[in-house]
């Protein structure tokens, strides 16, 4: 069951091959079986997950179940979900039980899926490779010595071991495409505002952005119909039309303007995965796609924009979790300035606290102009750049990180090394512009991923793009073997 798709799944329980309720089992078992070595999962929700199967079985025989359901799935641990721990991996929330459920969350339940638990996560979604949770390290199901990426590293394991059919993530800086590339998989970040933020606690609000974690194009679009929309709950939503993601899946390639970044293959990138980047876009070629060289001239700016203005907007919105509320709180304070002091010093780890006092320093009287205004300057050369590329191109291709899986603990000890890791995902956020990753190929047993990005709006063109490459290989279709 495991290594069906989607659609695989939904004819098999619209057929009456086997139930939601074993399916759901059949997922419970792996992960119970695989978790304690992985540690892709925070919360495991055995009883609602079968409850909310046997809901779903219940539509399948009254034949008013959609596409999705009776199919679990994963959340990551950052969107509220009623009932249910819902921490952002840190110790200030690890007491949190939601009240109410996300917009995704709701969507998604509104669907009949199941949900098996929740997944684990960089702290506040803050890392680069699910290192920095208060609930430990993730681990890479490829080499379980290497990291998954982050900071959607959970679900990306998860994935990658067949421990869910498909799952949420989310990408401020390329926290879905970069462990999807670590991990073997298909992930989407959309357009800004395509997606609702609404109960997902926030990181960066400017730059957040949900999206699909999938075995394949094919899946991310089956989820995508679901998850897109408008919602008056979060000012940051977009009113657009949401169109059949899967409906265009398989329109043709020939015409399509494909352009290569200069910037993206040189120092600092991996000639393999450079070499395996390059093989996929042959693959394109071959499919009557045109490749061109362009320029994204400020794209160097992109890694010290986004390490401004992403703390900046940290410090802000983690100023509210200070032991009064909700969330940790420290034992027998003296006073309320001793309560918030060691309530957040308790409860926020290293990495956190780095980007707070980072993100505070550049607010601050006198340093607002240096610091913030300049960083949001550049932020719009970045964006430029793009639209430009954008006149004489389809989509923009270019590897989605510059290494394969690193070694647990490589880079914790140097926080600028560990940004690097999101050096070619990171313009895309400031830009707000959809971007993807899809499996390319290997390096030495590690997979490697090819990063698309498209215009605004346009997640329909980068799902037909992934597709049709998809449809000429079979690197989405490789499975750790520990995992088979």
């Not at 619209?14 to 939601?20: D, L, Q, V």
């Not at 959607?152 to 462990?179: K, V």
């Not at 970045?382 to 430009?388: A, G, L, N, V």
Request: charged share 20%; aromatic share 8%.
């Amino acid at each position: 069951m495991h290594n069906k798709s989607l659609s695989e799944l939904s004819a098999s329980l619209h057929n009456g091959e086997f139930s939601s309720v074993e399916l759901t089992q059949h997922y419970l078992d792996r992960i119970n079986a695989h978790n304690d070595n992985l540690n892709a999962f925070i919360t495991v929700c055995d009883d609602r997950a079968l409850e909310q199967a046997r809901a779903a079985d219940e539509r399948l025989q009254q034949k008013t179940a959609g596409v999705l359901t009776g199919i679990p799935l994963a959340h990551k641990d950052i969107f509220c979900t009623k009932g249910v721990l819902t921490s952002s991996a840190s110790k200030m929330l690890s007491n949190f039980i939601s009240p109410y459920d996300a917009t995704v969350v709701e969507k998604i339940n509104a669907a009949g899926m199941v949900t098996l638990g929740k997944t684990n996560m960089d702290e506040f979604a803050m890392g680069s490779s699910n290192e920095t949770s208060f609930f430990g390290a993730v681990k890479n199901p490829w080499d379980t010595s290497r990291v998954p990426g982050g900071s959607s590293g959970g679900s990306a394991a998860a994935m990658a071991a067949r421990l869910a059919p498909i799952a949420t993530g989310t990408d401020t800086g390329g926290s879905i495409r970069q462990p999807a590339s670590l991990c073997n998989l298909t992930g989407l970040k959309p357009t800004y505002g395509r997606i609702s933020r609404y109960g997902m606690i926030a990181f960066a609000s400017s730059l957040d952005q949900a999206g699909p974690m999938a075995n394949n194009a094919e899946d991310a679009a089956f989820l995508m119909n679901e998850m897109a929309g408008f919602d008056e709950r979060d000012s940051t939503s977009i009113e657009h039309d949401v169109p059949d993601y899967t409906a265009t899946l398989n329109d043709s390639l020939k015409g399509l303007r494909i352009g290569l970044p200069k910037e993206f293959f040189g120092e600092g990138l991996d000639p393999k995965v450079a070499e395996t980047v390059e093989a996929a876009v042959k693959v394109y070629e071959s499919l009557g796609a045109s490749v061109k060289e362009i320029t994204l001239p400020n794209s160097n700016l992109a890694v010290p924009t986004y390490y401004v203005v992403a703390p900046a907007e940290c410090s802000s919105n983690l100023s509210r979790m200070d032991g009064v509320r909700f969330g940790h709180r420290c034992d027998d304070p003296k006073d309320l300035e001793d309560l918030y002091k060691r309530s957040r010093g308790e409860g926020f780890g290293n990495e956190v606290k780095r980007r707070i006092m980072t993100g505070t320093y550049a607010l601050s009287a006198g340093y607002y102009d240096a610091y913030y205004l300049k960083a949001q300057q550049c932020r719009r050369l970045i964006s430029d750049d793009f639209k430009q590329a954008f006149n004489d191109v389809d989509v923009i291709m270019g590897p989605t990180a510059p290494t394969t899986a690193f070694p647990l603990g490589d880079k914790t000890d140097d926080p600028v090394a560990m940004y690097l890791a999101d050096i070619y995902t990171i313009s895309t956020n400031l830009a707000g512009l959809p971007g993807m990753s899809i499996p390319a190929g290997f390096v030495e047993g590690l997979p490697v991923g090819l990063q698309i990005i498209g215009n605004f709006f346009e997640e329909a063109k980068l799902l037909n793009v992934a597709h049709r490459y998809q449809q000429e290989t079979d690197w989405h279709q490789q499975t750790p073997d520990a995992f088979k």
